[in-house]
Each structure stands twice: as structure tokens, then as C-alpha cells.
Nanobody
């Protein structure tokens, strides 16, 4: 069975850094697009960052570009989200997800393409 388990979320002050990890099992992620999404209270789930297989093209939401970096370790079937200079608006439940096969940078923003999801890890940023 395919499973995704996120970790690394915690309560931090504005300006801090966190690294989230998404450990996967039941599939090899080397040929899959991986994405991070987040959902704040009263908001819909939104795209944060994505990374394609092979060339590892990346895409980011405008609100996190320059502060967050997505990366992958195919040998360990794990994807990461490095988050720097965190802001209160980054507070959300962060989800890891898999879209089977390659996608374009544009299409990887579409949450409808993702077929496997983790349970989420909570990030809370205080001002």
C-alpha cells in the first residue's frame, strides 16, 4: 500500500526555519511528481511547492518563492520542504502528495492531479 508520512512541523517564532520531510512507502518516487500543499483554518488547500522527476523542475506559490525550497532524495523515497524566514501567514497544516508521472511546472499546481496524500503536519508561526 502507498503511504506518505510527513514530519517536522512545530510551533516557532517568526523568522525561524523548519525542514519538513515526507517519507513514502509502497512506491518508488523517482518517476513521480511530488508536491507540498497547505491548508489554513477557514481556507482551501493550496499549492505550496512541487518538483518533477528526472530534471527536477520546481514550482512555487508566489507567497513562498525565495523562502522555501523543495527537494527530493529518490534513493530514500523522501521529499523535503526547507522553509526559511517563516511568517505568521505560513501557519497551516502541510500535506505531502504524489502525482503519478511527470507534470509541467504549471500543471503541478493543480491538486486534482495528486492521487496519494499524507496526513499532514502542523506548522504554527507566532508573531
Amino acid at each position: 500500500q502507498v503511504q506518505l508520512v510527513e514530519s517536522g512541523g512545530e510551533w516557532v517564532q517568526a523568522g525561524a526555519s523548519l525542514r519538513l520531510a515526507c517519507a513514502t512507502s509502497g512506491l518508488s518516487i523517482s518517476r513521480e511528481t511530488m508536491g507540498w500543499f497547505r491548508q489554513a483554518p477557514g481556507k482551501e488547500r493550496r499549492f505550496v511547492a512541487g518538483i518533477s522527476p528526472l530534471r527536477e523542475a520546481t514550482g512555487y506559490s508566489d507567497s513562498v518563492k525565495g523562502r522555501f525550497t523543495i527537494s527530493r532524495d529518490n534513493a530514500r523515497n523522501t521529499v523535503y520542504l526547507q522553509m526559511n524566514n517563516l511568517e505568521p501567514d505560513d501557519t497551516a497544516l502541510y500535506f505531502c502528495a504524489v502525482a503519478r508521472g511527470p507534470t509541467t511546472v504549471q500543471s503541478m499546481r493543480d491538486k486534482r492531479l495528486y492521487v496519494f496524500w499524507g496526513q499532514g503536519t502542523q506548522v504554527t508561526v507566532s508573531s
